[in-house]
């Protein structure tokens, strides 16, 4: 696990989680002015990405794994729309650890907001059109809380 730092509005911090790539091909991953080169899936990663690709019927190539260590580590608003994800990208998303909240706001229609808890276990799957119509983020919290790792699943050709 590694943490990057990334631009925000013209200021350089460092990200609020860990992260690593991982992945089938050499394929890299940009986001926020990072570039990830993916390592090779271990024998752990590899059963669950079968597990995941068998139960949203895709073959993901890609897996950027998150740890959020605490509840100061967080991920800001945003949409996987990175160029390489392509048109109507297919996100799986995996959480083991201490669950946290999602959010999802749409992007022009303010009263259009969803608040999910994503428990120790879940798989959350975004597909269509949600990255080109939402945004998403895993808000900081004040409680006292556990490390929470996530594994965003995605598909790069």
């Known amino acids: 696990m590694q943490q990057d730092d990334i631009k925000v509005f013209g200021k350089v911090y460092a990200q609020?989680?860990?992260t690593a790539l991982y992945g089938t091909n050499q394929?890299?991953?940009s986001y926020s002015n990072i570039e990830m080169t993916p390592h090779v899936l271990t024998p752990t990663l590899t059963d669950l990405k079968q597990?995941?690709?068998?139960t949203c019927e895709t073959n993901f190539t890609t897996m950027l794994?998150?740890?959020y260590r605490d509840g100061k580590d967080s991920n800001g608003w945003?949409?996987?729309?990175?160029?390489?994800?392509g048109t109507n990208p297919i996100i799986a998303s995996?959480?083991?650890?201490?669950?946290?909240f999602f959010h999802l706001k749409h992007r022009t229609d303010k009263t259009l907001k969803h608040k999910l808890l994503l428990e120790h276990g879940s798989l959350l799957v975004m597909k269509g059109e949600t990255q080109h119509k939402w945004l998403h983020q895993i808000p900081k919290t004040a409680k006292e809380i556990q490390g929470r790792i996530n594994i965003t699943f995605r598909i790069i050709t």
């Open 16 to 18: 609020p989680r860990l």
């Open 27 to 29: 394929k890299t991953y």
């Open 51 to 54: 597990k995941v690709d068998q």
């Open 65 to 67: 794994l998150n740890y």
């Open 78 to 85: 945003h949409a996987d729309n990175e160029k390489e994800l």
């Open 94 to 100: 995996l959480s083991f650890g201490q669950a946290r």
